[in-house]
């Protein structure tokens, strides 16, 4: 018997997340399974980078603000 396992691509519901790093260093733009994570030194910086990775997903963006529209 063989197999192969295939990564299927993941869907939502779920949003690429923007949150201030814990010790006000940058902020953190992390995907669904907080497998990938980017920091960015602005907030603008790190709400256009969440932007291009959520519309690759086709998700939102959301942050402990609430949902951000882009």
């Not at 519901?13 to 923007?18: C, D, L, N, S």
């Not at 990775?53 to 963006?61: D, L, P, S």
Request: with cysteine; net charge neutral; glycine share 12%.
């Amino acid at each position: 018997m063989s197999a192969k396992i295939l990564k299927f691509p993941v869907r939502g519901p779920f949003a690429v997340r923007v949150e201030r790093e814990t010790n006000d260093v940058g902020w953190l733009v992390r995907t669904h399974d907080r497998e990938y994570g980017w920091l960015h030194g602005s907030f603008n910086d790190a709400l256009y980078d969440a932007g291009v990775i959520a519309e690759g997903y086709g998700v939102g963006v959301t942050s402990s603000a609430g949902r951000i529209p882009c």
